[in-house]
């Protein structure tokens, strides 16, 4: 570490202003590589995804993958980009092996799509706009793993071994122009815009975007000035920062940094800097001399692409609803709080809710069983919400149950658990469980019966004017019926047996 | 018996598809004439005598069950060994890639196999196509058949050594900057350049990407014609490739005919450096043009003359690019990996080893002009210049049909005369470096020997592109008139090996 004391966050802010700015890797969901015929499917054996192009072998040549343009087209458009009338690739000159060719195909100085925005909203509710600079298409590395060394960094490694499996996949790069002006929610920004973006990128269906597996990274740049300074200062390049929680704090450990070097005195570097997860800081990588000269030129080996309008307009009427917007609709329709549907959003149950409500539940039964108990069972098993073995449709068969009184709440929460333990769809599970409301009003009639002989006193409370008390009546009831009556019927025929008006 | 070895490609596979010789005849009269000359020629880096004989087998075995052959089937070709081929040694006259086997056939390899061609084995070169001379082979030079102790041109050389010394009828080549006009003019045979994009670069080793096209070597225009129509066409792996239907050169090399056609002369390709013997045979070529009823134009293109300037930044700028998978890492060769050294050692090692000097020198070069600060002076300018050189050639197309000129302004240079003067060595590709820049068509064919010397000069033929098949029409049409006028073809008069 170079700085121990960092200085508060507060009195960073009260001194220097943040400016960041965002680079943000996507790998595209496509069926092949961006200029090759390779799969881009995870956990294949290393090296079994390979050609003589992804490769780099002698003569081998590069042909453009045009979902790959498809896809950065509606990124761009989706961010109010303008999509270039004409644009080439270019190549990234610089050494490392785990590049074949020992240059990555990218985009220059024509990047498909630039000067647009993507409007964020905080948890508060006000929304931030993030100019983006450009989004361009290149293609990914393949992946480096170093044997031998403690850090499992090159540094130490005996050896290491390369799997170019990887190498060839589709990426588009989105960055932010300078972003200004957001003051000490500089990382609440910054994590809302890499929320939202990859809440775009997956509603556009081109991308999982799932940061833990990759598919999404995050660089942070970060500089303060001056309160009142014109000109920027030195930035620092956070590099893979990979969850939202990460990005925020990578931002703010990075004000608190730089507001202590500067304070002291000293002078930010230019630099790469790691993140680490444990403790939230960031520590210098290599140091950068002087800018790296990546030797751009236009790819000779590819003809430029030139989107014909016609097809842009097509496109752009493929679009979603932008996530946000979306949001704040269903926020009105299913009638919540902003700080309510932030939690549903971080429980990643946007979509659960909706599709359910779709297969005929209420909104507000849907958000109750996948904010409740499957959100809870999600949090223990550890895996997302859409990751439960349970479908939409079940869920809202179980809310039909509910709500034609065949099941009530306790049995509904049996008969979920049924299906995620694999015992089948609702109603098999209430078949094989015996899970039924007890409607045989004679059967319950004697087990009112019983309850109120067996509580005398509690009988005389209610016929007193204590409706109240009537719960605890109930309770023997459901009790004795091992909680498969109706709580309410049960409360309604107490309640007529010793004729009381309910 | 006739001597197989002398006929051409077309009357060869009209025996054999007339029963007349097998295609294993023709391959074992190629395959003993490659025993009796290569070791003074050094046209092969690698033969490949089963393979050829198995595909030659095959040929007859299809001619006896009946089946109808292609115009060049059971015909030996030698193939330069830039194109990768499968299972067989690909070098590029380089050591950085001795003992690498490709996985797989270029595209042009294919289309030969398809085409029932028998591919002989691969020819020497410069490496990585990088010269004029076929010195620069890390695997030593080939000699030109006239006069052993010449060079045979470069970078095909080994390609056209093997045609004018009979050891193959039918050879391939890549042009990057002249690489298979200049050794085609040096030594009395047929190279033809097409359309940049006539031709799929996949699998062909890059030199300069832009300018790279790989292209027929003969010994006739027809020839030329029915190797260029195998070879020719649009392949979904090479994005450059041009879509649109191959110009019908074998017609055109059927119907030679100037009659009415408008040819320009080009002043800039003329003057200082250029051979009085050459100039000569060029002004009776331009002569016999006329006496056959086509009109001359003077037309001067006054950008050609920033052509080598321009084409020295951007080869060297794209090369620099290309050659930077040859790592050490993949493949190829390794120098230097005994755990001592770390990976980046372990790549400058090898390259250091594996390099020779002309390489070395043209990756420095284009290192230099991409690198920032100075893209612009060097990489733009020179883009600029092939901007004017391609406008050159539109104005002048727009007058003439064709443009000629000489393919080269010497006759072959003795073996190691510019060895240590790239400069020098650079100067014989003037003519023919315009015609990559701009992406058109040209051809070279023989038109007579030099008085001083007695060595082949070669005439160039440029046609816009799209239009290879001018250069058939007007190329077969020039070879009739001088063969009538000589009597025989000139590589007749080249002395026996």
Known sequence: ?????????????????????????????????????????????????????????????????????????????????????????????????????????????????FDGYLDVQLEDGEVFRVEIERAHMEEDTGKSTHIGGATGRIHGASHSLLDYNRAGIPLIEIVTKPIVGAGERAPEVAKAYVAELRELIKALGVSEARMEMGQMRCDVNLSLRQH????????????????????????????????????????????????????????????KEEAEDYRYFPEPDLVPVAPPREWVEELRGTLPELPRERRNRLREEWGISEHEMESVLNAGAVDPIVATAEAGAPSDQARKWWMGELARRANEDGVALEALPITPEQVARVCALVAEGSLNDKLARQAIEGVLAGEGAPDEVVEKRGLKVVSDEGALGTAVDEAIAGNPDVAEKIKGGKVAAAGALVGAVMKATRGQADAARVRELILEKLGVEG | MTDLTRLSAAALAEKIAAGE?????????????????????????????????????????????????GPLAGVPLALKDIFTTEGIPTTVGSKILEGWVPPY??????????????????????EFAMGSSTENSAFGPTGNPWDLTRIPGGSGGGSSAALAAFEAPLALGTDTGGSIRQPAAVTGTVGVKPTYGGVSRYGMVAFSSSLDQGGPCARTVLDAALLHSVIAGHDERDSTSIDAPVPDVVA????????????????????????????????????????????????????????????????????????????????????GDDGTHSAEEVTALTREAGFGDEVKRRVMLGTYALSSGYYDAYYGSAQKVRTLITRDFERAFAQVDVIVSPTTPTTAFPLGERADDPMAMYLADVCTLPVNLAGNAAMSLPCGLAPEDGLPVGLQIIAPAMADDRLYRVGAAVEAAFEARWGHQLLDEAPSL
Not at chain 1, 244 to 268: M, W
Not at chain 1, 270 to 281: A, I, K, M, P, V
Not at chain 2, 48 to 54: I, Q
Request: with cysteine; aromatic share 6%; hydrophobic share 40%.
């Open chain 1, 1 to 113: 570490m170079t700085v121990t004391e960092l200085v508060s966050y507060e009195d960073a802010l009260a001194s220097y202003e943040p400016v960041m700015g965002l680079e943000v890797h996507v790998e595209l969901g496509t069926a092949t590589k961006m200029f090759c015929g390779c799969s881009t499917g995870l956990g294949a054996d290393a090296n079994s995804q390979t050609c003589p192009t992804c490769l780099g072998l002698p003569g081998a040549l590069p042909v453009v993958n045009a979902e790959g343009v498809r896809s950065a087209v509606r990124i761009g458009l989706a961010l109010h980009c303008e999509i270039a009338e004409w644009c080439r690739f270019a190549r990234k000159n610089y050494f490392y092996p785990d590049m074949p060719k020992n240059f990555q195909t990218s985009q220059y100085d024509e990047p498909i799509a």
């Open chain 1, 228 to 287: 009142g300074a014109e000109k920027f200062g030195t930035r620092s390049e956070t590099k893979n920062v990979n969850s939202l929680r990460s990005v925020e704090r990578a931002a703010r450990f990075e004000i608190q940094r730089h507001a202590a070097v500067l304070d002291a005195g000293g002078t930010i570097i230019q630099e790469t800097r790691h993140f680490h997860e444990d403790d939230g800081s960031t520590t210098s990588g290599r140091v």
């Open chain 2, 21 to 69: 010789v097998t295609a294993v005849e023709a391959t074992e009269a190629h395959l003993a004439r490659i025993e009796a000359v290569d070791e003074k020629v050094h046209a092969f880096l690698h033969l490949d005598r089963e393979g050829a004989l198995a595909k030659a087998r095959e040929v007859d075995a299809k001619r006896e069950a009946g089946e109808r052959l």
């Open chain 2, 105 to 126: 056939d270029a595209t042009v390899t294919r289309k030969l196999k398809e085409a029932d061609v028998v591919v002989l084995g691969k020819t020497n070169m410069d």
């Open chain 2, 252 to 335: 055109a090399a059927r119907n030679g005919e100037v009659r009415g056609l408008r040819v320009g002369v080009v002043q800039e390709f003329s003057g200082e450096g250029y051979q009085a013997g050459v100039m000569q045979r060029f002004g009776e070529s331009v002569e016999l043009l006329r006496e056959l009823g086509a009109e001359v134009v003077e037309l001067s293109c006054p950008s050609f003359t920033k052509a080598l300037a321009a084409y020295y930044l951007i080869a060297p700028s794209e090369c620099s690019s290309n050659l930077a998978r040859f790592d050490a890492m993949r493949y190829g060769l390794r120098v």
